[in-house]
C-alpha cells in the first residue's frame, strides 16, 4: 500500500532489506554459529558505522532460510531508507527531520486484520519451542542467548486499554520461558506493575523481527497513554495493520518476522543477563527479572530474527538514537526559550547520551553558560549524560576535531565549567553512585564559545572565509580532493 507520498512500505522486515539491497548495503554471510561466531563478525562490523547490514543464514543446526539479521541501523543512509526519506540524505537532514516530526507528532490508529504472514507458524503448549530460532549469545561475557534486543515487548494498560510497547531486552531461558529487563519507569513496567497489584499475571507479547521502523519508534519516549503503534503510523502515513495475538488478544504487527505472548507472573523471577550493554562495559550484571511463561509461539516461514547490538560504542543500540537526540534536545533548548541554537550533536562514543555538544550565535553574555545548563538537565538531555560542550556557531557541532579545537582555544578552565552533581543516571553508567533510592551521577558543562567580554578582539581564525571556500571549490574544483 503506497502512502500519499507515493512511498509503499509493505510494513515488513524483507521490505526493508529488499530496499537496503538495492543500495548496496546488506550483505549474506553463511555458516556462522551462534555461541561465539555470529556476535564475534558483528563485532568487528560493528566498530566502523556506515559497514552494511548483515544477514546470517545457513546457521549450523538451524534449518536454511532461518536467518538472522544485525547491523542494521548503523548508517545514516538505512535509517533513511527506514523513515521513507532520500538515502543519501544528510546526517543533518536526518536531525531536522527529526526536529520536526516531534514538533508536528503525527499519529494514525493501527487497524486490527484478521490474517497476517505471522501466522504461518503458530505453536501452542508443549509444541513450542522458541530455542528454535538461531539465536546468538551476541558477545563473549554474556549470560546467555538473547532473543529480544531489537524488539518490541507489547502490553495493555490494565484500566484504559492502552497500549505500549518498548524495546527491553528478552533473554532465552528455554523453549517455553523467557525473561524481560525493564527499568525502573519503563512504561511497561509500570504496567506490569498495575496488573500484580489486582493480584492477575501481567498479558505481554514479544515480538522479535519487524520493520525497523516499529523498532526506533520502541526505544525513544513516547509519552505516557501514547500508543507507540499510532506514533509509526504517523511516519507511515497509513495504518500499522496489528493482529492480536489468540490467548491475551495484544496486538502485534500482521507481517512480524517472530512472535510470543504468555504471562508475567508476580514474583516470578529467574537470574538475567548479564548482556553486554551501550555504555560498552557490564556494569548491569546478572541479577533477578521477570520472568514470561509462554503460550503462543509464531514465526513466518524462514522467519528472520532482528538482532539490534549494544557493544562499546558507536553501536546499533544507540546510533540511530544520536539524530534524534540531537533534534530533540535542540527542540528542547528552543522550547526553553535559548535563542539562536545552530545545532545539537549527541556524540555516538557516549551511546548518543553522555556527550552532547550544542552550537550556538552568541547573543548576550551568560548564553552559552545557560544553553549547557538547560542541555544538560531537559529531559531529552539530561538522563545519564557526562559532558555537554557548548560551541560558537562557527564550529560544526558533528565534526570531533573542531570542537576539540574550539576546547582547546576557547575555554578556560578557571571560569567556563560548571559540575553537576547529584543527576539523573542509571546502573549502566560505570561512573554511577547512589543517591537516596537510585542512582545518580555527576556531569561537566564545559562553554568552549569565545569570551562574550573578549568577542571583538578575539584573534582571528586561521582559515578561509565560507566566501573565499565557495570562489575556490568554483574555479579550482579539478585540482582538489574528493569531498573538499
Ligand atoms: C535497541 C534498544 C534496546 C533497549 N533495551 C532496553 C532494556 O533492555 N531495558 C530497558 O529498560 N530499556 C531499554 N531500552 C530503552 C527503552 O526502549 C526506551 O527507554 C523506551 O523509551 C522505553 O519505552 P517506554 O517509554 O514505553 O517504556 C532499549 C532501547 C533500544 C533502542
Redesign the pocket.
Known amino acids: 500500500m503506497a502512502d500519499p507520498a507515493g512511498r509503499n512500505w509493505d510494513q515488513d522486515l524483507r521490505h526493508w532489506m529488499e530496499a537496503v539491497d538495492a543500495e548496496g548495503a546488506l550483505k549474506t554471510i553463511t555458516g556462522a554459529e551462534t555461541t561465539e561466531e555470529i556476535g564475534g563478525i558483528l563485532d568487528l562490523y560493528q566498530r566502523k558505522m556506515g559497514n552494511p547490514a548483515i544477514l546470517f543464514d545457513e546457521v549450523p543446526g538451524f534449518p536454511k532460510g532461518h536467518r538472522v539479521l544485525a547491523n542494521v541501523l548503523t548508517s545514516v543512509q538505512r535509517i533513511n531508507v527506514a523513515l521513507g526519506l532520500p538515502a543519501d540524505g544528510s546526517e543533518r537532514d536526518l536531525v531536522l527531520w527529526w526536529r520536526d516530526y516531534m514538533k508536528h507528532a503525527p499519529k494514525f490508529a493501527p487497524e486490527t486484520v484478521a490474517t497476517g504472514a505471522l501466522q504461518e507458524n503458530v505453536v501452542e503448549g508443549d509444541a513450542i519451542d522458541i530455542t528454535s530460532i538461531p539465536t546468538p549469545t551476541w558477545h563473549e561475557h554474556d549470560g546467555g542467548p538473547f532473543i529480544g ?2 524488539c518490541m515487548v507489547v502490553m495493555k494498560d490494565p484500566d484504559d486499554g492502552w497500549v ?6 528478552v533473554q532465552t531461558h528455554g523453549p517455553k520461558t523467557a525473561s524481560v ?3 525502573p519507569g ?3 513496567r509500570l504496567i506490569m506493575d498495575k496488573y500484580h497489584a489486582r493480584g492477575e499475571p501481567c498479558p505481554v507479547a514479544v515480538v522479535a523481527g519487524m520493520h525497523p521502523t516499529l523498532l526506533m519508534i ?5 509519552p505516557q497513554g501514547v500508543s ?1 503503534y499510532d506514533a509509526v503510523g504517523g511516519i507511515f502515513g497509513e495504518p500499522v495493520r496489528t493482529l492480536e495475538m489468540p490467548r491475551t488478544g495484544i496486538p502485534v504487527p500482521a507481517n512480524a518476522e517472530i512472535a510470543f505472548e504468555g504471562y508475567i507472573h508476580q514474583d516470578d523471577l529467574v537470574e538475567e543477563g548479564p548482556l553486554g550493554e551501550w555504555t560498552g562495559y557490564y556494569a548491569g550484571g546478572k541479577r533477578m527479572q521477570p520472568a514470561i511463561r509462554i503460550e503462543t509461539f509464531m514465526h513466518r516461514d524462514e522467519p528472520v530474527l532482528l538482532g ?1 547490538i549494544p557493544a562499546v560504542p558507536p553501536n546499533d ?1 544507540t546510533y540511530y ?1 544520536g539524530s534524534y537526540r540531537s533534534g530533540a534536545v535542540w527542540n528542547q533548548l528552543e522550547a526553553a526559550g535559548i535563542p539562536d541554537v545552530k545545532g545539537v550533536c549527541a556524540h555516538e562514543a557516549g551511546g548518543s547520551r553522555l556527550w552532547l555538544t550544542v552550537s550556538i550565535k552568541q547573543r548576550y553574555g551568560g548564553h552559552s553558560k545557560q544553553a549547557g545548563l538547560i542541555a544538560s538537565q531537559c529531559y531529552a538531555g539530561g538522563y545519564t549524560n557526562r559532558w555537554v560542550i557548548v560551541v560558537d556557531d562557527d564550529i560544526d557541532p558533528t565534526n570531533t576535531n573542531d570542537v576539540l579545537w574550539a576546547m582547546c582555544t576557547r575555554f578556560d578552565p578557571r571560569m567556563d565549567m560548571e559540575q553537576i552533581d547529584g543527576a539523573w543516571s542509571t546502573s549502566l553508567d560505570p561512573m554511577c553512585y547512589d543517591g537516596d533510592t537510585d542512582k545518580r551521577n555527576s556531569r561537566l558543562v564545559i562553554d568552549a564559545c569565545r569570551p562574550w567580554n573578549r568577542m571583538d578582539e578575539f584573534p582571528i581564525v586561521a582559515r578561509s572565509s565560507r566566501e573565499l571556500d565557495d570562489r575556490i571549490r568554483e574555479k579550482w574544483a579539478h585540482v582538489l580532493p574528493d569531498g573538499t
Do not use: K, P, Q
Open positions: 534486543t531489537g505500549n510497547y518498548g524495546a527491553y531486552r529487563m525493564m527499568s519503563r512504561h511497561g520502541a526505544g525513544l519516549e513516547i507507540e539490534v543500540n538514537l
